[in-house]
């Protein structure tokens, strides 16, 4: 295996620690604890999937915010290719880039999230994404290709997802959107499983009523 790469780390796995030079100052990835995190990953900067992807994650970022969730991106390009991209993006399309983006031209952070793949033509990194939890564990991993862009809504219920199931013990099925009935666990008791109702009430599936 080509010596450059290393496996992505995963889920409930301690996401890996860095120190990095940022567009708005050093960051390192236990600054982030005690918040939840979608720790985002982007090809190359002036580039047009990207540029959209941007402009969304920027656009929605008071929506994560008031989830209780920090933005972080990355790219192996330089610090003062981010900062002109982000000039750009403001000019352009007036928006303000609100979120750090990290600098990793010598592709230590992609090495440790397994983001560089062997035999790959170019260093450039995938699109990548992490949720990490307040403790620290990547709770959610996603790639995507080059040339096919991220969802911000899919991010932003996925992560309202996470926080509704480790709030309230539940599971929550295919599509489910904050407010819809969630699932309940099933039990693994022998008797419970005895008493189980009939197949209007099958045991492996029961919603439990809307929270809002």
């Not at 796995?13 to 236990?30: N, S, V, Y």
């Not at 403790?135 to 911000?152: C, D, F, H, K």
């Not at 991010?155 to 009935?181: N, Y």
């Amino acid at each position: 295996m080509d010596p450059s790469f290393s496996s992505a780390p995963l889920l409930h796995e301690a996401a890996p620690d860095f120190t990095a030079r940022t567009t708005l100052g050093p960051r390192r990835m236990a600054d982030y604890r005690g918040r939840w995190l979608l720790f985002f990953a982007h090809p190359a900067d002036f580039t047009p999937v990207c540029a959209s992807e941007f402009l969304a994650f920027s656009r929605a970022f008071p929506a994560f915010q008031a989830m209780g969730c920090d933005l972080l991106g990355l790219s192996v390009d330089s610090l003062s290719a981010h900062l002109a991209w982000i000039a750009s993006l403001q000019a352009r399309f007036g928006v303000q880039v609100p979120f750090p983006v990290i600098e990793d031209p010598t592709m230590v952070v992609a090495r440790a999230y397994g983001m560089l793949h062997p035999g790959a033509d170019g260093s450039a990194t995938v699109r990548a994404s992490f949720v990490i939890d307040p403790e620290g564990l990547i709770r959610a991993i996603t790639w995507y290709p080059m040339n096919v862009g991220r969802s911000v809504a899919e991010s932003l219920r996925l992560i309202a997802a996470l926080q509704t199931a480790d709030r309230r013990g539940v599971l929550l099925p295919e599509a489910w959107q904050p407010g819809d009935p969630a699932l309940l666990p099933p039990s693994l008791d022998a008797g419970a499983l005895a008493a189980a109702p009939g197949p209007d009430e099958d045991w492996y599936y029961r919603l439990e009523a809307s929270h809002g």
